[in-house]
């Protein structure tokens, strides 16, 4: 308005009054003064707008948006596996006569010895995990530590420090966000049912567990981090994974947590386990 | 506010309106990927992790 006004006045006018241009321009199309109270509801409308979107961002959108991101970086890396295996993954125990047993994954009666790789990092990303029943496509990768900025809001998974490896006698324990930030990766981990597989690949190969059973807790309930969880004399012998996140969703006044036993172990050399997304086999 | 944007852009009534929606659009791509993901952090405490 006071660009094209200016201009206007200044080419046609010889008065210098510029109080004669807002007049004659009122007289041509009436308009309103704009008034602080006009301006202040126009920003406090558009706020209100903004807050609506955030929560459609917040339930819904954002987590469309991270879920897309985590499965794209995650098939990058596991491209990226493929192409350049590790030079330290030779299959490391009879990889031949194994080959033809764990194509049945329900009975291995030889089942390949897994691979323990060294605890990563905090924020260095270590593996990605599969869960079908989560969706046929879902892909997020993990990472060392637990912490919101360095690993949860960032890449997806973090593996509770101190806790065992995949594959490792013990408990892998790892968290995730069951809403927002790192796309929701365990957003429906209430509806694992028993059997469901649960795969971990990293550098050296796939760790699959069988899903076993659900738990809701307190936040205090750190024994689910044992060895063998729930057991704070910290028994031995079984390899398990647990899994924890928030519950309900939304809030943060209790955990859910999912437990699951190692089944299976297939060195990178012998691809993929059948159902898992094969970028590998590509 | 918006009025006086209104005034300022140029073209008939159907330009103006491209205009902005564009210019939304514009704006909510930019909400959403950039402004929300570094807000939510600071709005909703979320813990996930036994401790």
Avoid at chain 1, 103 to 111: I, K, L, M
Avoid at chain 1, 199 to 222: C, H, K, N, Q, S
Avoid at chain 1, 243 to 264: G, K, N
Wanted: charged fraction near 15%; proline fraction near 10%.
């Amino acid at each position: 308005m006071p660009g094209t006004g200016g201009q206007s006045d200044a080419t046609e006018s010889v008065r210098p009054d510029s109080n004669d241009a807002p007049s004659r321009r009122g007289r041509a199309r009436p308009r309103r003064k704009v008034s602080v109270i006009g301006v202040l509801g126009e920003l406090l409308l558009t706020g209100g707008v903004v807050v609506l979107l955030f929560v459609g961002w917040q339930l819904w959108i954002g987590d469309q948006i991270s879920a897309a991101r985590n499965i794209a970086e995650a098939q990058a890396l596991a491209e990226q596996w493929q192409e350049t295996p590790p030079p330290s993954s030779p299959a490391p125990s009879s990889p031949s006569p194994s080959s033809t047993a764990t194509a049945d994954p329900v009975a291995p009666p030889a089942p390949t010895e897994p691979v323990i790789s060294t605890e990563p990092r905090d924020g260095e990303v270590f593996g990605i995990m599969y869960v079908p029943r989560f969706g046929n496509d879902f892909a997020v990768r993990m990472g060392g530590g637990v912490s919101r900025t360095r690993t949860l809001d960032t890449i997806g998974i973090g593996h509770y420090p101190g806790t065992q490896m995949p594959g490792e006698v013990g408990n892998f324990a790892v968290a995730a966000h069951r809403t927002g930030f790192g796309g929701a990766p365990f957003y429906l981990m209430d509806e694992l049912r028993v059997g469901d597989p649960i795969v971990v690949e990293t550098a050296d190969g796939w760790y699959t567990y069988i899903f076993r059973t659900l738990e809701y807790v307190r936040p205090t309930a750190v024994d689910v981090l044992s060895a063998v969880p729930q057991d704070t004399l910290t028994g031995v012998g079984g390899r398990y994974l647990t899994m924890t996140s928030c519950s309900p969703r939304h809030t943060i006044a209790e955990r859910i947590i999912a437990y699951s036993v190692f089944d299976s172990f297939r060195p990178r050399a012998e691809g993929p386990p059948a159902g898992i997304p094969a970028t590998a086999g590509t | 506010m918006y009025a006086a944007l209104w005034r300022v852009l140029p073209g008939p009534w159907w330009l103006r309106t491209l205009i902005l929606l564009i210019l939304a659009a514009a704006i909510v791509y930019a909400l959403f990927f950039y402004v929300f993901p570094v807000v939510a952090v600071w709005i909703t405490p979320e813990e996930v992790t036994v401790q």
